[in-house]
Nanobody, 121 residues
């Protein structure tokens, strides 16, 4: 099965920027929709942005206009450019992908390990 490896989290000041990256390893047959979720302490994971294989994107209202998702299909990577960060963006961010290992196999969801983003005021 594939693995999703995230990078780019860390500590940033209010108003700053961070870029999260996620690479799909394991050479899957197909990587369909990719997305970013985040999870606040004690809360359920929530989707903040997704990008289809065709490049269509969707954003949660909380990040619209500040975050930009992009993907590189050739490299099976997805990125999340986060600008104008606020303390309320502090959370663990998870990468998500809908993947297929082979042409006749079932599609399944894969998750990254999570990366902490902390916005300090």
């Amino acid at each position: 099965q594939v693995q999703l490896v995230e990078s780019g989290g860390g500590l940033v000041q209010v108003g700053g920027s961070l870029t999260l990256s996620c690479a799909v390893s394991g050479n899957p047959f197909n990587v369909n929709t990719m997305a970013w979720y985040r999870q606040f302490p004690g809360k359920q994971r929530e989707r903040i942005s997704l990008v289809t294989k065709n490049g269509d994107t969707n954003y949660a209202d909380a990040v619209k206009g500040r975050f930009t998702i992009s993907r590189d299909n050739a490299k099976s990577t997805v990125h999340l450019q986060m600008n104008s960060l606020k303390p309320g963006d502090t959370a663990v961010y998870y990468c998500y992908a809908l993947v297929r290992d082979g042409p006749w196999t079932q599609e399944y969801t894969a998750w990254g390990q999570g990366t902490q983003v902390t916005v300090s005021s």
